[in-house]
């Protein structure tokens, strides 16, 4: 579970840097840059947070594409497969 508060959340995120920025220094800076942003999650009350949702395109359609390929599994071909995906896609785009 992560942190509980934002001041224990910016705390892990200058431990998180300070750990990578050798190795990965420019991923470090930008994830410097960007820290209120990633934090902004802290801005709302506790008692929301677990309805808050992405905003990511690509996250929030594939996980409509994951739910529901994996009632199917077993019973697709390579081609029906794909043209189920093709049709999920379209529907949560």
Known sequence: MGP???AHAKEA???FCATW????????DCLAGDREELLAFYDFPAAHWRSLRTTNPIGSTFATIRLRTAKTRNCLSEKTALSLVHQFVMSAE
């Open 13 to 15: 995120f200058e431990c």
């Open 4 to 6: 509980d508060t934002r």
């Open 21 to 28: 920025e050798a190795k990965y220094p420019k991923a470090a």
